[in-house]
Nanobody, 116 residues
């Protein structure tokens, strides 16, 4: 059964850190480009970061550059998003996304709330 299961979200104070994980199963994880997206209330879903299938290249949105880092462990079928120096505007549901030339899959999302 194909699954993308996010975890690690929660409530954190401004300036704090969280590490999101996305565990994949049911497909050949190492052959997929992985991304994190987020969607805040009333806003469109936006790309946060992307990592190539082998993990050699990453891109990050300008809004998170220098604060967030996407990484992956193909041996564990898991992609991560390390989030540091969190701001209230980072509050959103964060989604894991897998794609290759033929298929794409979304996770169910995990809530991140940055508030004092």
């Amino acid at each position: 059964q194909l699954q993308l299961v996010e975890s690690g979200g929660g409530l954190v104070q401004p300036g704090g850190s969280l590490r999101l994980s996305c565990a994949a199963s049911g497909f050949t994880f190492s052959m997929y480009i992985m991304s994190w997206y987020r969607q805040a209330p009333g806003k469109e879903r936006e790309l946060v970061g992307t990592i190539t299938s082998a993990g050699g290249e990453t891109i990050h949105a300008d809004s998170v550059k220098g604060r967030f880092t996407i990484s992956r462990d193909n041996a564990k079928n898991t992609v991560y998003l390390q989030m540091n120096s969190l701001k209230p505007e980072d509050t959103a549901v964060y989604y894991c996304y897998a794609r290759n030339a033929w298929n794409y899959y979304w996770g169910q999302g995990t809530q991140v709330t940055v508030s004092s």
